[in-house]
Nanobody
């Protein structure tokens, strides 16, 4: 089992940058593929980015491709989401998620593929 804690959310102006982090408990972080999702008020939770357990594979939603970067540091049990050129429509609660997987290069973009979730961190982009 793994526990996830997000941090780094906040308020930023449109066009600005923000980085959010997700720290995982446990000794087997490198066994988990990780993902970032977001949920805006009144909307369903949507996929943002995913990374394989080794970090060699990444995948992005079209809406953030070229602006967001997902990365991980398995030595620090942490996954990151660097967000650049932020837009007001990026405003949401951002959640990290984890899924245990045996394959080093697999990543997942459906929220139903993930077993563990953090509590979320608010990101607000003002216009």
């Amino acid at each position: 089992q793994v526990q996830l804690v997000e941090s780094g959310g906040g308020l930023v102006q449109a066009g600005g940058s923000l980085s959010v982090s997700c720290a995982a408990s446990g000794r087997t972080f490198s066994s988990y593929a990780m993902g970032w999702f977001r949920q805006a008020p009144g909307k369903e939770r949507e996929f943002v980015a995913a990374i394989s357990r080794s970090g060699s594979g990444t995948y992005y939603a079209d809406s953030v491709k070229g602006r967001f970067t997902i990365s991980r540091d398995n030595a620090k049990n942490t996954v990151y989401l660097q967000m650049n050129s932020l837009k007001p429509e990026d405003t949401a609660v951002y959640y990290c998620a984890a899924r245990n997987t045996a394959t080093t290069r697999s990543y997942y973009y459906s929220l139903y593929d993930y077993t563990y979730w953090g509590q979320g961190t608010q990101v607000t982009v003002s216009s």
